[in-house]
């Protein structure tokens, strides 16, 4: 069993910015990956951003430039900086650990963004 834990959420301004936690009870350095999507209400949840155990990266249009996916594998931690937000980066942000056997969800922290 692998937990894991979403914290940094809140209620922000446009322009201002967040920075996301994603603490796992396991050792995410044994993920193939691991990932942030986003979830408003009555839409489906979406990709935002990805991380591979060697580093690599990919983000969803929407946040290209603005948004940062990183991990400390010293701390189980997952990040995603989020600058310059916008009302529609508003959701539900889930953390998602990738590993060779199944995947791993998070309970999500909420983003609000305010115009």
């Known amino acids: 069993q692998v937990n894991l834990v979403e914290s940094g959420g809140g209620l922000v301004q446009a322009g201002e910015s967040l920075r996301l936690s994603c603490a796992a009870s396991?050792?995410?350095?044994?993920?193939?990956?691991m990932c942030w999507y986003r979830q408003a209400p009555g839409k489906q949840r979406d990709f935002v951003a990805s991380?591979?155990?060697?580093?690599?990266?990919q983000y969803a249009d929407s946040v290209k430039g603005r948004f940062t996916i990183s991990r400390d594998n010293a701390k189980n931690t997952l990040y995603l900086q989020m600058d310059s937000l916008k009302p529609e980066d508003t959701a539900n942000y889930y953390c998602?650990?990738?590993?060779?056997?199944?995947?791993?969800w998070g309970q999500g922290t909420q983003v609000t963004v305010s115009s």
């Open positions: 396991g050792s995410i350095y044994r993920t193939t990956s």
């Open positions: 991380i591979t155990s060697g580093g690599a990266t």
């Open positions: 998602n650990a990738v590993y060779t056997y199944r995947s791993y």
